[in-house]
């Protein structure tokens, strides 16, 4: 699973076992959009009638696993 994430640009050994450790396995989850608000990767929202205004990521979820994500990301 290690070698498999590695091969993702950005993501290194470090990396990929802190994802492994704080996840466990990928197949858990159903699509992506679950892992997202697993990790707390998703947008808050503020919506009223038809506006809909969407603001930074959230502070909910894994901490530790969003702050890995989101540096492998830069």
Same mark, same amino acid.
């Given at each position: ?6 091969? *993702? !640009? =950005?993501?290194?050994?470090?990396? +990929?076992?802190?994802?492994? /450790? ?12 679950? *892992? !997202? =608000?697993?990790?707390?990767?998703? +947008?808050?929202?503020?919506? /009223? ?26």
């Amino acid at each position: 699973m290690i070698e498999a994430l590695q091969a *993702l !640009r =950005g993501v290194a050994q470090t990396t +990929a076992a802190t994802i492994v /450790s704080e996840v466990g396995t990928l197949s858990r989850f159903a699509n992506p959009r679950q *892992l !997202r =608000g697993y990790s707390g990767l998703v +947008a808050s929202e503020h919506s /009223s009638g038809g506006r809909v205004q969407r603001g930074p990521i959230t502070k909910s979820g894994n901490a530790h696993l969003c702050r890995v994500l989101v540096e492998s990301a830069w």
